[in-house]
Nanobody
Framework: QVQLVESGGGLVQAGGSLRLSCVAS????????MAWFRQAPGKDRDFVAC????????SYADSVKGRFTISRDNAKNTVYLQMNSLKPEDTAVYYC???????????????????WGQGTQVTVSS
């Protein structure tokens, strides 16, 4: 099973940018759908973005479309989340997740992913 380690979180002012990284172990990284979820205190873990998912490309939550970009570098076993124009409501712990390409179930549900990172805190001040 792939193991995931996130980095890149921190404190940023509203309107600023951050780039999260998630490094995966193993030699079959390209065979996984990769996604980012986030969880604010007292709330559910929500979908943010996925890559190699819908139609083999990318998909985003409506709340981040046009501001966040997910990408991957299979040679480096790494998936990125570039976050621009950050808002206070983006404050959360961000988690990287993985599932095999042939897995079934909604890409938007955290219950269909079987590997998770430890999470990285993103705090956006107003």
């Amino acid at each position: 099973q792939v193991q995931l380690v996130e980095s890149g979180g921190g404190l940023v002012q509203a309107g600023g940018s951050l780039r999260l990284s998630c490094v995966a172990s193993g030699r079959t990284f390209s065979q996984y759908v990769m996604a980012w979820f986030r969880q604010a205190p007292g709330k559910d873990r929500d979908f943010v973005a996925c890559i190699s998912c819908i139609g083999g490309t990318t998909s985003y939550a409506d709340s981040v479309k046009g501001r966040f970009t997910i990408s991957r570098d299979n040679a480096k076993n790494t998936v990125y989340l570039q976050m621009n124009s950050l808002k206070p409501e983006d404050t959360a712990v961000y988690y990287c997740a993985a599932r095999p390409l042939r897995s079934r179930g909604s890409y938007y549900s955290p219950y269909t992913y079987d590997a998770w990172g430890q999470g990285t805190q993103v705090t956006v001040s107003s």
